[in-house]
């Protein structure tokens, strides 16, 4: 009688090349969603950054008793500024200025609108204040407002989930 063969453990070839399509063809799917909810991120990010900026320049307005200003660039390399003084433009490092992001820190936001606000020493605005950002593709955007007394607010109107309707 013929000794049998020791049965081997393992994977065969076909079976591994057969595992990593499968795994391929799943990545390959969730690759867009991930793209998309990190888009929404920076989105989202970027809102919430400019409306703490508004808050914290509301403060140091107060505490001070010196009006701080708010000042947008809105061209396609966007920029915004927390600075001392109305004319202090955020495209270039200046002394006046106090914070400042630019578009190169958010990629895939656009700033489609804006207006300068100033913070008076009494913690209010001189006007409401309105911006809008928008990720690439324009399915979403996101709204940072300011009330006549100062508070700001995060909306938006093209339905973004987990982001209050304006």
């Not at 955020?90 to 609108?113: G, Y």
């Not at 996101?142 to 989930?161: D, E, F, H, I, K």
Request: glycine share 6%.
């Amino acid at each position: 009688m013929a000794a049998a063969l020791p049965r081997r453990r393992g994977l065969t070839l076909i079976e591994v090349m057969i595992a990593l399509a499968i795994l391929a063809i799943l990545a390959t799917m969730a690759a867009p969603t991930l793209t998309e909810r990190l888009a929404r991120q920076r989105l989202v990010s970027v809102a919430e950054t400019l409306a703490m900026d508004m808050a914290e320049a509301r403060v140091e307005a107060v505490q001070s008793g010196q009006p701080l200003h708010v000042v947008f660039s809105r061209q396609r390399n966007w920029c915004y500024a927390v600075a001392r003084t109305a004319a202090c433009s955020c495209e270039s490092a200046q002394p006046c200025q106090l914070k400042v992001e630019r578009a190169s820190d958010w990629p895939s936001v656009i700033l489609a609108h804006a207006e300068n606000v100033t913070l008076l020493p009494v913690g209010t605005p001189d006007m409401g204040m309105n911006a809008r950002f928008v990720g690439v593709g324009g399915r979403h955007d996101l709204q940072v407002g300011l009330s006549p007394l100062g508070r700001s607010r995060v909306c938006s109107s093209t339905g973004m989930p987990g982001e209050p309707a304006c």
